[in-house]
Structure formats: structure tokens, C-alpha cells
């Protein structure tokens, strides 16, 4: 069983920067796509960032395109997302996903199996 948890949320001011992390344990985390996904009260879930088994091709949602930057460690199991330039239009619970088919790297939550609980990233203005 694949168990994915986050860390690293928190409350940040407007133009801040937090780091995000995903611990990923019980499965070959180096074999699988990975991505991470947002949530705000009220909203669907939407794609933000993901990232290939290799780590060598990624993608972003628009909205964080030159913010965000998405990366994995295969040797500690663990996936990041470095969030700069934090606006309150950022504030939701982030998700990390794994996607183990490795099918490519899809925007959409329903191609991913795993998911965490999530962690909150709250940006006041």
C-alpha cells in the first residue's frame, strides 16, 4: 500500500515563499509520475504541478507558471514544491498524487491513484 504525507503548509504574508514536501512510502516511488494538486474552500480540485518518474519533464497549471517548481528525490522518497511569490489566490489545502501506470504527466486527479490528507497553505494579504 502506497501511503503519501505532506508537509511544510503554513501561514505566509503576500509575496512570501514556502516549501512543500511529500514523504512517499510503501511502493517504488521512483517508478511512479507525481503531482501536486490544490484545493481552495468551495472549489474542485485543480492541477498545479507534476512531475515525470525521471524527475526531466514537468509541467505547471497557468496559474503558478514562474512561481512554482516541482521536484522529486528518488533516493529519499520525496517530492517538493517550491511556491514563491504567494498570493491569497494560493491559499488551499495541497495535495500530493501518484500516478503508477506512469502514463504521462496528466492535469487531470482522476489519472492519480494515491493521494495524501493534504496540508494547508493559508497567504495573507
Known amino acids: 500500500q502506497v501511503q503519501l504525507v505532506e508537509s511544510g503548509g503554513g501561514l505566509v504574508q503576500a509575496g512570501g515563499s514556502l516549501r512543500l514536501s511529500c514523504v512517499v512510502s510503501?511502493?517504488?516511488?521512483?517508478?511512479?509520475?507525481m503531482g501536486w494538486f490544490r484545493q481552495a474552500p468551495g472549489k474542485e480540485r485543480g492541477f498545479t504541478a507534476a512531475?515525470?518518474?525521471?524527475?526531466?519533464?514537468?509541467t505547471y497549471g497557468d496559474s503558478v507558471k514562474g512561481r512554482f517548481t516541482i521536484s522529486r528525490d528518488r533516493a529519499k522518497n520525496t517530492l517538493s514544491l517550491q511556491m514563491h511569490s504567494l498570493g491569497p489566490e494560493d491559499t488551499a489545502v495541497y495535495y500530493c498524487?501518484?500516478?503508477?501506470?506512469?502514463?504521462?504527466?496528466?492535469?487531470?486527479?482522476?489519472?492519480?491513484?494515491?493521494w495524501g490528507r493534504g496540508t494547508q497553505v493559508t497567504v495573507s494579504s
Open positions: 510503501g511502493r517504488t516511488f521512483s517508478n511512479y509520475t
Open positions: 498524487a501518484a500516478d503508477p501506470t506512469n502514463g504521462g504527466l496528466s492535469i487531470s486527479p482522476r489519472a492519480y491513484e494515491y
Open positions: 512531475i515525470s518518474w525521471s524527475g526531466a519533464i514537468t
